[in-house]
């Protein structure tokens, strides 16, 4: 990202003797977010090689003085600050001439040549600071020392950063350190401040394309540090209506795309990548450089305005704005907080990101205009009717230890619906607890989240739910084929099953997928009060045959019936978590997992993980061992794997795994937390 340090690596590579004496020509070419054509590139570098071209040429010829120019040298070529894929040919000599090229922009036009600088470490962090507050003459005392880690730790990492604060801090009291070290932020980013950093992350944001920047400028809404998660982001965007109008069906998809491009521009970082994707960013979080950047551009915009103390909820701070964001959810105890809130009429979001209390807080819910209300960080006894009154209402996400009720339906806009207890377990003798019938008349439902809720049989023939892609939460006493069949265009579901009993009665369910859903991507199970001492699932069904992902907890499978889910053609990521399969062997057979490019096992009492010696099966690109402390085997193709994890396994496995890397595959990443056990 911007202020990472490219420029300066580059550069001491560059000026290095060596380099210098093994080059015959160096050419260090600044280019600029101006120049955003690759005619307009090729023009700057023959200018320093001193050739002129005639006006008017193309690319074409261009490109052909370019190649006269080089072609009998031994070059190096730096572009730096490049803000477009560079489209024009350069001569290779083979005589060992190199191109280097700096952007933020991580092109995948590059790859696999590109590296992404690291950010700085604590003690780097701690050193750059040092070097830059102090002068060599200078002492730093051990109390200050410890202030000023803990400055150089809030950098996060970005070496502009670090210099700018140690350039603010020269000279300063020991008073002004302490000052400094106690605030949220050592910097803050604003479009006036003209330092260098302040400048160049401006012109990072104001380089995206507007339906970018209205979608990253939200991201600031987030607390610091707040590991955001993509599919919670990216609904918030859909219901803010923050998307450009590809349509209904798109906006999900448009809405991901939009993320993975923010962090292509390293505005945003990936935090976690997904299990389906690699390069694709599951949790993502904001530098604090540019989450100031962002807070202090929504501010100005009146975008969203951020309430964590008291003196941010006064009328002159919230009047006007559009989005409050609860950053300290104890500010909502406060009767004039509320009197204030209530004195916005245009409010159109109401976040609130906690802590989360034990206790319940009122909540102001007289905002008619809502369309966003997330409130799962704060419980209700009983679920607040105000609510009812929000007609707009498009997210809806609440914790209540109540039913919702039967007047949901007048939220006739809601396209999502989170509504989970404070305490999440049900006890399987109480009987199932039913959502009420009317929700099979909020036909814009797109995602419902009902955790400890199922969904009651439709009232009528009528009754559907088709645009519901996602179902989360529910009991397989939801998942009669009755149900099924009237929600035509479901893409995943997570399912729990109370009890062996329940599950022994109506785990059939899972034979009608098969044949209701052409475009189903993900099943999610888990047993909730499994049997340790016998098999809780009888049988594993046929499943739709474009599945992609296959999560089981708790069923207590042996390995053998596990041949159903390897048979499936388009089949990308297993996880099996505790006790999901049991015994000591697994053997992959020929033909099995085509695909695959996912697996994760968590708390199974698997010892050896085999391949068949005559068939080898391709393994995935990602595997993820935990707490599997049995484990002495797995198939040799996982060492060719890009990333394999081990997390509280036994050392003598992480070992062989070490050992095999070393023999077998060079390129593999091996990342381990063990204990011998």
Known sequence: MTGIGKTTLVKQVYDDPLVIEKFETRLYVHIGPRYNRSEDIVLLVLNQ???????????????????????????????????????????????????????QIQSSYYRPDVMLVPFLKEDDS??????????????????????????????????????????????????????????????????????????????????????????????????????????????????????????????????????????????????KRTSIDIDTTKNCRLHFTFRSLCVNEAKSEKFF??????????????????????????????????????????????????????????????????KVLDALAIRFYEFPHQIIELGRLRYLAITCDGELPSSI????????????????????????????REIWNMHKLKQLYCMGFDLPTPPSDDSHLENLLTLSGVSVQSCTKEVLLRIPNLKRIAVQIESAHDSMETFTFFGHFASLYQKFESFKCIVVNPNLSSQVVHCIPNFPVNITKISLSGCGLPWENIEVIAKLPNLKVLKLRWYAFCGPVWEIR????????????????????????????????QAIFRHCYKLKNIPRQLVFARLVEVDDCSISFVNKMREWRSVFGEEAKIRSSCTDR
């Open 126 to 271: 701690w050193k750059l600071l040092y070097q830059t507050a102090f002068t060599s003459e200078e002492e730093c005392s051990r109390e200050l020392e410890k202030i000023g880690k803990k400055i150089a730790r809030s950098c996060e990492g970005l070496p502009a950063a670090i210099i700018q604060v140690g350039e603010n801090l020269r000279g300063r009291s020991f008073q002004e350190w302490k000052t400094l070290s106690e605030k949220e932020d050592p910097l803050v980013i604003t479009r006036d401040d003209h330092t260098p950093l302040s400048k160049a992350l401006y012109l990072s944001y104001m380089m995206l394309p507007q339906n970018l920047k209205i979608c990253f400028l939200y991201m600031g809404v987030f607390p610091k540090h707040y590991g955001i998660s993509r599919s919670k982001l990216t609904k918030l965007w859909v219901s803010e209506g923050l998307l450009d109008p590809y349509g209904i069906d798109y906006e999900e998809e448009t809405a991901g795309k939009y993320l993975d491009r923010l962090i292509c521009l390293s505005v945003a970082l990936r935090e």
């Open 409 to 436: 339906i007048r939220l006739w806009n809601l396209e999502v619906l989170n509504f989970c207890r404070h305490h999440n377990i049900k006890l399987s003798n109480n009987g199932p607890v039913y959502l009420p």
């Open 305 to 370: 305005h951020i309430l964590k103390r008291y003196t941010d909820c006064t009328p002159e701070n919230i009047r006007s704005q559009q989005r409050l964001c609860v950053h300290n959810n104890v500010v909502l105890a406060f009767a004039q907080v509320h009197e204030w809130m209530e004195s916005v009429p245009n409010v159109r979001s109401l976040v609130c990101f906690g802590p989360k209390q034990q206790y319940p807080i009122v909540l102001p819910l007289c905002f008619r205009l809502l």
């Open 590 to 621: 020929e033909g099995q997992f085509p695909i695959i490019e996912f697996v994760l096992l968590e708390d199974l009492d698997i010892e050896h993980w085999e391949s068949n010696g005559k068939h080898d099966f391709n393994g995935p690109s």
């Open 49 to 103: 090689l001193g050739v002129i071209p005639s006006d008017n040429v193309g690319i074409d010829y261009l490109n052909r003085q370019l190649s006269e120019a080089l072609y009998s040298k031994k070059y190096l070529l730096v572009l730096d600050n490049v803000w477009v894929h560079v489209g024009f040919r350069l001569p290779d000599n083979r005589n060992g001439s190199r191109v280097i090229i700096i952007s």
